[in-house]
């Protein structure tokens, strides 16, 4: 182990700044149809820069699902390390949508800097975050002329609208990914400054509930006390679903969850984590909600919620339309944590919905995509050489977190292949992921660099 | 009495429906501030039309009220019929947004006869009822050189928006529209060929509700479970508005109500109507809703109501955004009957929100406008003479019924005028009035100017 590698990357810094904010000025929106051109652009970039930091066999691999033809999969390796371990290097190069983008201080695929931020949609997730793996193993190879591990690199274009084209890539070939970890860096430190891994995620599914009364729209004075009005009738079937205690009364919702340890959960209350601090700096609302026996980080990590996202439908213009709408939609989410199964839980969501299907109108609830709940192990070699390689970065403890979104994959290794997954994120609380104005802290960006350099050459020594 | 000015209707015919055409083309879409422009193109050529038919001083009156310059009135008049009645003939040029356009069978604004009847938004609300009222005067007018009655003709251009300006006008310049009865064809007939008289509106108040959470849109995954979504907050406050079995809950909101005569309501139950049939033909919907003690036309007419048209927010586009939005809105409309005042049922209203608003957001209830509910006495001459009208042109009795919906200016014309309104609508039941498909039946439009003529001949004699 050297430092040549370390010294590279810092020497190449604002290089790498630079190139980072070139891909974040291609609009991959996975979402948006009319985006697929932009999509594979950044798909390209990517592959460019895997042959640059120089791997081999680098292609895009071409996906599909059964409605649609799906954004490419990145893939390169270098396998000449015999007898060292293979890591499989995971990432996304899709962005969310960037709406609203009257919020954006600066455009959101113009990269900015300001205050040691870089601020783009997709700075940190997860655009910045995936270009520091590819930015440490050219940092190796360079410096080196080789690599201390074996390493295979896998990047998708769909983590924001499900990954199925990676799920099916996954599941089907699951001999060209062999390999014996896997490394996502898509999540945050817990604070700034405090290395952070993440052993576990929640899942989700996601999912619209339709709602049908009259065959057209109606005209609210006319119909108004007759016509059934399919917003109302949404309206009381969420407020069925989640109790303003934030209970959710889907019959079973609960049953089978596995509960933290006695041990995570004392090492939760140990992180610094000011409820009254949260709640003014990151959230901004009179008050958090959320079931009143757990505390936030359980409530975020542990627990189950529901969510609604947007009610498409009716009159959202300017001013006053009198309209009964004659359909109306609620996008709605679950997360969901271990002991939980997307499938049976969506059973159990529509059964519920099914039964309390306000008279007067006909409900129809659909799945959008699902991910499962993860718990990775902190009990092996590869967590152990993540948890000193940031050490060694920042002088401090890493610290063991838990994160509440979802990154399917990694169920995914999981399940397909039988491998566990680093998650070494450096992300901040307050990156407004999926947000206007989100940012990635340069210093993270660089001393993640480093902590993915140190990380290689540990697991390769 | 002569029929010179029917036949002059029937020969003309067909140039009436050309003309209509040529303003239904027109997008005088008033809530619109792109159509501003069209909504005074309307105007012009609605000016341009009383002059044909030879009104005087015809101009147009410009409105505006505390936050925005409105758009402009019509007014014409004709008043050298000494010792007659004066009527004041009111009606409205501007229509409703044509949205959602690919649910219409031909454009909105290019005007398509199928069937015996003029597809167009506007065709019967307002613009062709409105527009039977000036070809009635020029059939009178170019047949015998002269008017039965004498006539003030006030035409606005934003009922659709609240009618602020108009009801302005009315308060200031009752000097200027001082008249007899007041003449408004802008409801429809109970049933095809059944002559009918509207004699009383509910009133409305029309709302925004606002509930805001954090002070960002924030990620599901990470915050979900202790970030307020003020989707699930609006569907909580919504649900405890309106019960399930569609008694609506605010405090005092039912005081005071002015129940119909029972004579009124044994002439409701004569009426041919089939409530089984209703629900099949113009509804559609698996059940017909609303307070289970009171039959569909006393829920439609003579009982208040809520409804929620819209909830704009959030992600609303294809696909999925995990996103708990910072805001969400929901346009939220009252009806009221007689005995109910639109400042007070919106304080009651707001009040309520406020008592409700769930824990972790804050609530903003906003007036978007109001009008106030009518009964007309049947009472008196010009009822009479209305209904001896339409029945000598449809060969039957007229009856008497009530709309649900509200024509503000009604109650204007009683409060700041002291005259009573003459409801003479030639609509139908399925002319799908702020829907897709507006249509007027052509009959109606005929039959209907015709009716118009023999009115002003009655009052005149």
Known sequence: MSDKAVA????????????????????SVSTDPERVGDVRKAAEFVAEGLRKAGLENVRLIETSTAERKGHPLVYGDWLKAPGKPTVLCYGHYDVQPAEPLDEWKSPPFE????????????????????????????????????LPVNVKVLVEGEEEVGGEGIEAFVREHGDVLKADAALVSDTEMFAPD???????????????????GAMVDLHSGMYGGAAPNPFVALAQIIAKLKREDGHIAIPGFYDGIEEPTKAELDAWRALPFEEEHYRKTEVGSPELVGEPMFSVLERTWSRPTMDVHGMP?????????TVIPAKALAKISFRLVPGMKPAETFAKYKS???????????????????????????????????AEAMKA??????????????????????????????????GLPDDNLHAPNEKFHLANFHRGTESIIRFFERLGA
């Open 313 to 321: 439908g009716g009159f959202t213009g300017a001013g006053a339309k």
């Open 393 to 426: 970065v920042w002088g401090k403890e890493t610290v063991y977190v838990r994160g509440g979104g979802s990154i399917p994959i990694v169920g995914d290794f999981v399940r397909e292949l039988g491998i566990p997954t680093v998650l070494m994120g450096f």
């Open 194 to 212: 405090l290395p952070t891994l993440c052993v576990g995620l929640r899942g989700m599914i996601y999912t619209e509930l339709e709602v049908r």
């Open 352 to 386: 519920f919905v099914e039964q309390i299907c306000p008279r007067g109108v006909s409900c129809e609830v659909r799945m959008i995509h699902s991910g499962e709940p993860i718990v990775v192990s902190t009990d092996n070699d590869y967590i152990a050489a993540a």
């Open 111 to 146: 990269p900015t800097e300001r205050n040691g931020n870089l601020y783009a949609r997709g700075a940190v997730d997860d655009k910045g975050q995936m270009w520091m793996h590819v930015k440490a193993l050219e940092s190796l190879m360079s410096s080196t002329g080789s």
């Open 8 to 27: 590279f990357a810092q020497e190449n810094g604002e290089r790498f700044v630079e190139e980072l904010k070139d891909l974040l000025r291609i609009p």
